[in-house]
């Protein structure tokens, strides 16, 4: 694959990931039968943790890899909370506390196959500021992670690309998840195309839907072609049937698949964050990153770590959740 990988040295201590985005609150509703216009039905309302940043922060720190998160909050009981709960899970949170915006929430409507819609107010996790960033926090960095969230808006927007020019700096390898194609896609395909290409990911991850928003392939070979463009490599997640993994090499793209266990699930919030983390530790703490065997690896751990978010291994910490 690329040269600037396969020379990386071997990493003794755990994986250093800084990951840089959104820590909000998750309203989560989950109706036990449909939904009715003017009345109420029976259901789990249920509050916690959530911000794609956050989650995949989190997962980093429960496998062992040292873990940073920089985010903002308000200045508000909600923000202090959250803060804390990550704290209490060993992740460095440097969180800025904006002055005039609350903490963020997202609601979340789960339906009965564990898909979700959501909602969101956004609130103090758009106001995290790239004067705000110091060059010292991305110095041990081994990779910088960044949810598309974190490259979109102002200030955030501009504080995630200045945070990928302090990771390249640094030596840092660059990752970037597609997260939700209708915001990354608000300005258009092309706009969403060269701000991806701008930042240069070593790796990028996304769903399948969401690969094909980006690029409007027509087929899987055409977004794959398209995706090889703005990224070296390239996960793609595609739920109960694994992930495809694929890399830019001087003989063509190379391609296999690492299908997953099915599991049922009541709620599939989270995984995809999970998957990341479990993706980049596995990855960055093998001495090859280039080679098949380390990718596999890291496919079937980024699998059963998201897994492990699907069947509620590790639930959320009493701090937040009713």
Known sequence: MLRRMAERPRLVAPPSIVVVGDLMLDVSIAPREALRSGTDVPGAVRLRQGGSAASTARWVARLGARSSLICAVGRDAIGRALV????????????????DARTGRIG?????????????????????????????????????????YSLLGEPLGIAGR????LARAAGARISVDLASAGPLL???????????GAVAPDLLLATESEAAALTGGSTFHDLLEDL?????LLVIKRGARGASIIARSASGPQRFEVP???????D???AGDAFDAGFLVAWLAAPDPASTA?????????????RRQLTGVHRESATLVG
Do not use: C, K, M, Y
Not at 85 to 91: G, I, K, T
Not at 162 to 165: G, K, L, P, T, V
């Open 84 to 99: 804390q709960e990550l704290r209490d899970e060993a992740v460095r949170v440097r969180a800025f506390r904006a002055r």
């Open 162 to 165: 200045r945070a990928a020019e």
């Open 186 to 196: 608000a300005a258009g395909r092309a706009a969403a195309q060269d701000l991806i």
């Open 260 to 266: 997953a266990r099915p599991v049922v699930a009541a």
């Open 294 to 306: 380390t990718l596999h690896s890291a496919a079937r751990t980024a699998n059963r770590t998201a």
């Open 228 to 232: 090889l463009e703005l990224a070296p």
């Open 108 to 148: 979340v409507i789960v339906a009965a196959d564990g898909e979700r819609s959501f909602v969101a107010d956004r609130g103090a996790a758009d106001a995290l500021s790239a004067e705000w960033l110091d060059p010292a926090w991305f110095a041990a960095a081994d990779a910088v992670h960044l949810p598309a």
């Open 268 to 270: 599939t919030t989270g």
